[in-house]
């Protein structure tokens, strides 16, 4: 794969994968399951944040791993949740939202078609790597599937 075409594959998966989920409130014990939608926003490597977690995702670094001539290409990086869990579910950080930001590292994958650099499937895997504010000391795990539409749906858990 060229140069051209490794950025312009990268800039997709980028725009179209990386997305988060949410967070327990304060106190809580256990896990908390969290989903929602993840959407790009027009600064690369920046997307916004809808469902269980409100506020902006950021790519902090991103490695290519590798491609195949199938189509099927693999980056791994870092990320960070700068936002609130919306435990009030009306989708806004507001007083008593647990907020903060949430770090993760991540391993993607997803199969473009060669011609044309278009997305087929993706997917990523996100582990809690760190916590700062309200998340401090949070643990769990996140994925995400990629919608060729350019968004992506997150479902996970988070525990602290």
């Known amino acids: 794969m060229n140069s051209t075409a490794r950025w312009v594959v990268g800039a997709t998966v980028v725009a179209a994968g990386m997305i988060a989920g949410s967070a327990a409130p304060a106190g809580a014990d256990g896990a908390v399951q969290v989903r929602g939608v993840q959407r ?70 997803g199969r473009f078609d060669p011609a044309t650099g278009t997305l087929r499937h993706g997917r990523c895997h996100h582990p809690v790597t760190g916590g700062s504010g309200e998340f401090e000391g949070v643990s769990g795990v996140l994925t995400f599937h990629d919608d060729p539409s350019g968004c992506s749906i997150y479902r996970g858990h988070l525990d602290w």
């Open 40 to 109: 790009p926003l027009a600064e690369f490597g920046t997307y916004s944040m809808e469902g269980s977690l409100v506020g902006t995702w950021s790519t902090t670094g991103l490695e290519w791993v590798g491609d195949t001539p199938s189509g099927v290409v693999r980056l791994a990086g870092t990320e960070l949740f700068d936002g609130c869990y919306d435990a009030g579910g009306d989708g806004t950080c507001d007083a008593g939202d647990p907020a903060g930001t949430i770090e993760f590292s991540f391993t993607y994958s």
